[in-house]
Nanobody, 127 residues
Framework: QLRLVESGGGLVQPGGSLTLSCVASPLTLDYFTLGWFRQAPGKGREGVACINNNGNFANYGDSVKGRFAISRDNDKKTMTLQMNSLKPEDTANYYC????????????????????WGQGTQVTVPS
């Protein structure tokens, strides 16, 4: 069973930056597509970003394109989400997720495809 643990959330002023991290254990990440999803109070889960097995393809939700960047290090079993120019509407609980996949050249922001989830880390951007 893959265990995912997020960290790095917090309170940040509008326009600020945060870096979220996700650490996996004990399995190798080589066979997993990874993604970040978020859920704000009273709203459904939203796909933020995903990255394919070897890290050469990333996909972003429209609301974060140009502001967020996803990366991964399979050797260290980690994934990060660099979030810049944060807005109040980015306030949410952010979840790390993994989907067991044969090596793929793309990834999708469909949460139904992800079978492994972390517990989440809260990001708050006050208005």
């Amino acid at each position: 069973q893959l265990r995912l643990v997020e960290s790095g959330g917090g309170l940040v002023q509008p326009g600020g930056s945060l870096t979220l991290s996700c650490v996996a254990s004990p399995l190798t990440l080589d066979y997993f597509t990874l993604g970040w999803f978020r859920q704000a109070p009273g709203k459904g889960r939203e796909g933020v970003a995903c990255i394919n097995n070897n890290g050469n393809f990333a996909n972003y939700g429209d609301s974060v394109k140009g502001r967020f960047a996803i990366s991964r290090d399979n050797d260290k079993k980690t994934m990060t989400l660099q979030m810049n120019s944060l807005k109040p509407e980015d306030t949410a609980n952010y979840y790390c997720a993994a989907a067991l996949t044969v090596l793929q050249e793309s990834c999708e922001l469909d949460d139904a495809e992800y079978g492994h989830w972390g517990q989440g880390t809260q990001v708050t951007v006050p208005s």
